[in-house]
């Protein structure tokens, strides 16, 4: 079955960096678009960003644009986060969402499909 696992979350003061990751399993990695969502509590998920399967093509919400950069490696059925800059308000849980290059490319992330606990990321200092 499709599962996706997050880690690299954690308390880290403004200013500051993280990678997160997620490993996949029970699918074909290189099939899927692949995107990050957050989720504060009260307020409904929202898309952060995704990579598409066919090129590798990249949106960002522009909330994070040239702050945080996405990436994947098909081979380790790994996907990536990396954060800089980072702001309280990015405060939230990350979720790693599997979808099409349809909807990345047009950045419509909602309709992703998230299958983990995922990794709680909190700024603050």
């Known amino acids: 079955q499709v599962q996706l696992v997050e880690s690299g979350g954690a308390l880290v003061q403004p200013g500051g960096s993280l990678r997160l990751s997620c490993a996949a399993s029970?699918?074909?990695?290189?099939?899927?678009?692949m995107a990050w969502l957050r989720q504060v509590p009260g307020k409904e998920r929202g898309g952060v960003s995704c990579?598409?399967?066919?090129?590798?093509?990249?949106y960002y919400s522009d909330s994070v644009k040239g702050r945080f950069t996405i990436s994947r490696d098909n081979g380790k059925n790994m996907v990536y986060l990396q954060m800089n800059s980072l702001k309280t308000e990015d405060t939230a849980v990350y979720y790693c969402?599997?979808?099409?290059?349809?909807?990345?490319?047009?950045?419509?992330?909602?309709?992703?499909?998230?299958w983990g606990q995922g990794t709680q990321v909190t700024v603050s200092s």
């Open positions: 029970g699918f074909t990695l290189a099939e899927y678009a």
């Open positions: 969402a599997t979808g099409n290059d349809d909807l990345c490319v047009h950045g419509v992330l909602s309709p992703f499909t998230t």
């Open positions: 990579i598409s399967s066919r090129d590798f093509s990249t």
